[in-house]
């Protein structure tokens, strides 16, 4: 038996009626491409961990271990950015396998590093891979699952993510007693990522991306083996191949007329050859674009920023110190640990999630989560609130770890505070934590998606860079419970205007999504948009 989504719902059916051999090599493809989401969400949650360990053996200022964070940020817009035009020019697949080697290698730095410089130029290479492999793996996956079961399919590497965090915050517990145990937890990293090196040697290209360069009967090939074993294989891999090639001849990306022969034979050099100059004349071509797909893109931009400025990576980066105010532990490695749990609350929501991405559709998904989203800000908010309010503002010119215990939080507000994180996190899981990235991987025309993937990763990039860089500085000028009603604020807006003008895309062909933006009624007219 096995699962598969069929009219917005999902169906148990007999495995031979689904494609058993397809199957389950469609299910390896998508584990080993998200396995660059584990390394992304492994080096966002091991830093926190690890900061406190290697801070005690260089004995770094604040300004180091600032620079130590903000860098891998700032790089992964860097490669996020870049990735469009290398998307385009050089194939998902091997990108990735650019992005594990990178990868490796700034892990070995960090593991070998014996000064801030070596590793601050470890983190930086970490970063670059990361902002790479992010822009990159919801596109991977999304181009090569079929559309009934894409949001799931997608929604896996961002629980990949989750679980990533999730490890590193255990990894980070079990050798906070060992001695260079900070070597261990950041070199950790380069295993995953040589796994996921090995798995896509033998993984095939993007058919989409394989159609526009004129590999048709490659591309044919990596359609049967994802759809072998269907009922009617054959025909349903001819009626895909034909979408996808009516789709790139509208778009432009390939002439509507001539030979499908000579236009492979034409194609040759851009498959086999890499040239800068045509990564530019690529990004270049995409640049001009980008204003006939304007509404994509602004919906896009939207949710990757959006998803940054609800406060995520306050909770992430300084969870720690949040269970530290709440009284639950002094003693550091006891912290550690306790991140564990909370972290895995998120994880809780994106598997919820993942189920029901598929059945109910992204827009539910995306606004009921806001809405929870709101309600546990607002817990965490008052929460602070009464911690003010009995401790004056002591704690609003305090770093969140360096409250005295006189002006602590007392039991009840700890409670609140740590029900209030837990509830933050499985809410954002379940919908606000996939949701952009799904979206994004599925609204663009191919002609312009890596470009507009690149751009949408780059800014998630940034708005992560600017919250994260200013949550203390923020908290210290207008207090706690005020930056999280500001954060709360964020969040509402942003249900309000989703729920306005976001279109439905569950259960639609990536060629369909793409006719919903380019009709003259708002997107979020279109059937199935409520």
């Known amino acids: ?11 148990l059916l007999p495995r031979e009626q689904c494609g058993a051999s397809g199957d389950r090599f469609l299910r390896f493809l998508v584990g080993v491409a ?3 989401g584990f390394l992304f969400g492994y080096d966002t949650g091991v830093v926190s961990g690890a900061m406190l360990v290697i801070t005690d053996h260089f004995h770094f200022d604040k300004h180091e271990q600032e620079m130590l964070v903000s860098s ?19 194939g998902r697949r091997m990108l990735l396998i650019i992005s594990c080697v990178i990868f490796t290698a700034g892990a070995i730095l960090m593991a070998e590093a014996n000064s801030f410089a070596v ?19 919801p596109q991977y996956i999304a181009e090569l699952a079929p559309p009934a079961r894409r949001g799931v399919l997608v929604s896996v590497n961002n629980a990949a993510i989750v679980i990533g965090q999730v490890v590193a915050t255990l990894v980070d517990g079990a050798l906070s007693g060992v001695h260079d145990g900070w070597r261990l937890m950041l070199g950790f990293g ?3 990522s040589v796994a996921m090196l090995l798995g896509l040697l033998v993984l095939p290209e993007s058919p989409r991306w394989l159609v526009s360069k004129g590999k048709h009967d490659l591309a044919k090939k990596v359609l049967a083996r994802l759809r072998k074993g269907q009922v009617d294989a054959e025909s349903a891999v001819q009626a895909e191949f034909d979408e996808i090639f009516a789709s790139l001849v509208t778009e432009g990306v390939i002439p509507a007329q001539g030979d499908p022969n000579r236009l492979q034979a034409a194609s040759t050099t851009a498959i086999n050859g890499f040239s800068w100059s045509r990564i530019a004349s690529d990004a270049a071509l995409a640049v001009r674009e980008l204003w006939g797909i304007r509404r994509q893109l602004r919906l896009g931009l939207f949710l990757m920023i959006l998803q940054q400025v609800i406060g995520i990576n306050t909770i992430m980066y300084y969870s720690a110190d949040i269970l530290q105010q709440a009284c639950v532990a002094e003693d550091k490695t006891v912290i550690i640990w306790l991140t564990a749990p909370v972290a895995s609350g998120q994880l809780v929501g994106c598997l919820v999630g993942m ?6 559709g992204r827009r539910p998904l995306v606004l009921g989560s806001l809405a929870g989203i709101i309600a546990a800000l607002g817990l965490e908010g008052a929460a602070f609130g009464v911690d003010l309010w009995h401790c004056g503002n002591t704690n609003s010119t305090s770093s969140c770890a360096n409250l005295s215990e006189a002006h602590g939080v007392c039991a009840v507000t700890g409670k ?15 919908g606000m934590s ?31 860079f600017v919250v994260a860089s200013t949550f203390l500085d923020l908290e210290s000028a207008i207090t706690k419970p005020l930056t999280f009603s500001l954060y709360a604020c964020n969040a509402l807006i942003g249900f309000v205007l989703l729920g306005l003008y976001m279109p439905e895309t569950a259960n639609k062909k990536l060629e369909d999504i793409e006719k919903i933006f380019r009709c003259k009624t708002h997107p979020s007219a279109e059937p199935g948009a409520h």
């Open 355 to 360: 189920t029901l991405i598929d059945k109910y």
């Open 119 to 137: 590793l601050l130029t470890g983190r930086m290479v970490v970063g670059l891979a990361i902002g790479t492999a992010s822009s990159t793996v």
């Open 190 to 192: 380069g295993i995953p």
């Open 34 to 36: 998200s396995l660059g």
């Open 434 to 464: 996939a949701i952009p990235w799904t979206v994004n991987s599925e609204i663009y025309p191919l002609r312009s998606r890596s470009t507009c993937v690149g751009i949408a990763t780059t800014m998630n990039w940034l708005a992560n």
């Open 72 to 90: 891998t940020l700032g790089l992964a817009a860097v490669g996020a950015i870049c990735s469009g035009p290398a998307n385009s020019a050089l």
């Open 416 to 430: 609140l505070l740590l029900f209030g994180m837990i509830a933050y996190l499985l809410a954002f899981g379940m």
């Open 1 to 11: 038996m096995a699962w598969m989504a069929r009219e917005g719902s999902v169906t």
